[in-house]
């Protein structure tokens, strides 16, 4: 098992710019998530889904968008890049059900600079 | 006043020292309870839950205080290879997500 993969690892975007953040879960995982990690500020949840086809907003979700075609993926879009959205961007993936309810698993993290 | 507080340290203790850190929330009706793990660069790993009669992981125990709505994270014997961020994790009554701190740094020096 993979676990959660994220694609790309590193970018530099211009502003204006816009992108699309890859997550991959091989776990069957219901739920998934997007957060930024800045320093100071911890984690914040961008937008997470509870399932196929769902997409709800977090605390932080202006200026993204996401979505969930497939149970295994959740995309994270940067429609315009700004300054502010430099960051790291960690995906994370949890169980719906279960013993290990909530506990979730993240990937190794995309650090995206916009200049 | 913020949902999940931590000091944020560093916490700077000696190899073979025990060493203990809080978290505070801010939501009484918070019912899961998390501590991760982070190294420098890397992303969060869970390192344990925190159930309400408190539980022990080898070196580590965790504790849950709901009078006083905190949680804490104790680490014995510490080693060197402890040295990281230590997050807490809470998640409310309602909803599927979960408040994470800011994390707490440890360094364990030789």
């Known amino acids: 098992n993979a676990g959660v993969t994220q694609t790309p690892k590193f970018r530099v975007l211009k502003t204006g710019q816009s992108m699309t953040l890859l997550c991959a879960q091989d776990?069957?995982?219901?739920?998934m998530y997007w957060y930024r990690q800045d320093p100071g500020m911890g984690l914040r949840l961008i937008h997470y889904?509870?399932?196929?086809?769902?997409?709800a907003k977090g605390e932080v979700p202006d200026g993204y968008n996401v979505s969930r075609l497939k149970k295994q993926n959740f995309l994270l879009g940067l429609e315009s890049a700004a300054p502010s959205q430099t960051s790291v961007y960690f995906c994370?993936?949890?169980?719906?059900?279960?013993?290990?309810?909530?506990?979730?698993?993240f990937g190794p993290g995309t650090r995206l600079t916009v200049t | 006043r913020k949902e999940v507080e931590q000091d944020p340290g560093p916490f700077n203790v000696p190899e073979g020292a025990t060493v203990a850190f809080n978290c505070t929330y801010s939501?009484?009706?918070?019912?899961?309870f998390f501590w991760y793990r982070q190294d420098c660069r890397k992303e969060p790993k869970l390192l344990m839950s925190?159930?309400?009669s408190g539980n022990e992981d080898g070196r580590f125990t965790a504790q849950l205080n709901r009078a006083s709505q905190y949680i804490s994270l104790l680490i014995r014997d510490s080693k060197l290879s402890d040295s990281a961020t230590y997050l807490c994790?809470?998640?409310?009554?309602?909803?599927?997500?979960?408040?994470f701190g800011t994390g707490t740094r440890l360094a364990v020096r030789p």
């Open positions: 994370a993936s949890s169980y719906k059900t279960g013993v290990n309810l909530y506990e979730q698993y």
């Open positions: 776990m069957n995982h219901e739920y």
């Open positions: 889904s509870v399932g196929e086809g769902t997409t």
């Open positions: 939501n009484s009706a918070s019912q899961s």
């Open positions: 925190v159930y309400s």
């Open positions: 994790a809470v998640k409310k009554s309602s909803g599927d997500k979960l408040t």
